[in-house]
């Protein structure tokens, strides 16, 4: 017995893939997208960078504590559920679950716009679709497989991708222009405070992934210890980077070309030392994108897990197969994906990226409030008085940050979610009875995910390649496709427009 348990120990993350799992879900897509998105803002995203690395880190500690205080699978739901009862529970998942759907999408169309580099045919809108269809399988193949092959994934490619950024972020003030940086200070044609506000929502999209090793508790090594630990230094190692980076990018490309820049690292690594430089980071970018993509898939299968374990999301999500991977679900997710992937499809990769991002962004904010006021109820009692005031101010910082955030979202966007949100109260009628049923012992909750889902992962992966091969050698052009948006017709190219959220 001791035997199994330690061979299940050893197929766990332990804390520096956690670590890196954090920084990597972050930095996976933010990093690399963004600075010409904040460029239409000015420079003055400098602030907003600030302002939300502050809300960060208050979101980063009280996570850490919650983890510590209870280090249950789930993250979000799990605390939400505890502190307010099933009903919050069940909202917090349904949304924290769909916005991860979602955006899971942004980071498949991010990396594979970064690969456009080296592969032009990426450019035409089905070929990109049915590329991020086989990424998207191919990553829940990867999580079929266990969360250790999930683990050194996602650590060689958040190392990966961290070389060029810290690279970026240390070396590029050599070529910085102090006279580039402040002449697009605000070029938003609003006040300084509204130009700051309206960065959070993109500079918290960055920070998008600060609870993942809290979510990710049930596969990790000693929760209690290394969750906090992976939380906490995540967080600081993403930051850094952040602010570094982007502060030495609008200083070395001029604004109203970093605006029109689809891939800005690249371009100002291109800038320094020439095109083999900028096609390397370009790469690299890709690789960091797309590897992040691993350990969102983890998450999403894990959160969905939790809930229904408890009798609060359809018990299919908590069937798992020999490594303990809620197989099943993770398939339903990336049919869900691929379908999202279709429907959101547009002409260039930037403008669906944006889209996807901002919906993933807002959907999320309620998840991080209700965790941020979860731990002055969980944190009762548990904690030294001092401690337990420091820890309820951060929650306090925390939901602020997420509010202000909320208010500088997109309007028509933000009014749709939170029309979903008051919904999920018909479908927790459902809930309701399923939960009933387990615990008059009329619905086992779990069981074993059946062999073939792992080969379909597989064969759908398989199957996506062999259509985008298919259409990249010139096939779409007999498909009369016609796809949700048109193609600015400023655009000198199809996909070198940023073309970034409105206000």
Not at 10 to 30: I, Q
Not at 429 to 455: C, F
Request: proline residues 5%.
């Amino acid at each position: 017995m001791s035997n199994d348990i330690t061979k299940t120990e050893t197929k766990k993350m332990g804390v520096v893939p956690a670590t890196l799992m954090v920084a990597g879900n972050m930095m996976g897509s933010g990093i690399f997208m963004l600075p010409a998105n904040l460029s239409a803002i000015g420079s003055i995203a400098l602030l907003g960078w600030l302002f939300t690395t502050v809300g960060a880190v208050a979101l980063a500690l009280v996570f850490a504590k919650l983890a510590s205080i209870d280090p249950a699978a789930g993250g979000p739901y799990a605390y939400t559920r505890k502190a307010f009862g099933d009903y919050m529970g069940y909202q917090t998942n349904m949304i924290y679950w769909l916005a991860n759907v979602v955006g899971n999408v942004a980071l498949a169309v991010a990396g594979l716009g970064y690969l456009s580099h080296f592969f032009p045919v990426l450019q035409e809108p089905i070929v990109l679709a049915f590329a991020c269809i086989a990424v998207i399988w191919f990553f829940t193949y990867a999580n079929i497989l266990g969360p250790h092959v999930v683990g050194r994934m996602q650590s060689f490619t958040t190392i990966f991708a961290l070389v060029p950024i810290f690279g970026m972020a240390i070396f590029g003030w050599f070529w910085f222009n102090p006279e580039t940086f402040s002449s697009a200070w605000n070029v938003s044609g609003q006040s300084s405070i509204s130009a700051v506000m309206a960065t959070f929502t993109f500079t918290l999209w960055a920070f998008i992934g600060v609870e993942s090793a809290s979510v990710s508790a049930g596969v990790l090594e000693n929760p209690s210890r290394n969750v906090p630990i992976a939380t906490v230094g995540g967080v600081v190692l993403a930051s850094i980077a952040y602010i570094l980076s982007s502060s030495v990018i609008m200083g070395m490309i001029p604004n109203r070309e970093l605006i029109s820049s689809a891939a800005p690292f690249a371009d100002a690594a291109r800038v320094a030392l020439g095109d083999f430089a900028g096609s390397a980071v370009a790469l690299a970018a890709a690789v960091g994108c797309l590897g992040s993509l691993a350990g969102w898939t983890l998450l999403t299968g894990q959160s969905a897990k939790a809930a229904a374990d408890d009798g609060l999301f359809p018990a299919i999500f908590a069937r798992v197969n020999k490594r303990d991977v809620p197989s099943l679900g993770l398939v339903i997710v990336a049919v869900i994906m691929s379908v999202q992937v279709l429907a959101t499809m547009s002409p260039t990769a930037s403008q669906q990226f944006g889209k996807i991002a901002s919906i993933a962004v807002i959907m999320t904010l309620l998840p991080y409030i209700y965790s941020m006021v979860s731990v002055k109820v969980l944190g009762y009692r548990k904690m030294p008085h001092g401690q337990y005031t420091f820890f309820v101010s951060a929650g306090l910082l925390g939901a602020i940050y997420c509010l202000i955030a909320l208010v500088g979202s997109d309007g028509e966007q933000t009014r749709w979610s939170l029309i979903f949100v008051i919904a999920t109260i018909v479908f927790y009628s459902a809930a309701v009875t399923r939960k009933r049923d387990i615990e008059e012992k009329h619905l086992h909750v779990g069981g074993i995910s059946p062999v073939w889902v792992r080969y379909l992962a597989l064969a759908v992966t398989i199957t996506a390649l062999v259509v985008t091969f298919y259409l990249s050698v010139g096939r779409q052009a007999q498909l009369d496709l016609h796809s949700r948006s048109v193609a600015p017709s400023d655009a000198p190219a199809p996909v070198q427009k940023i073309v970034p959220k409105e206000q």
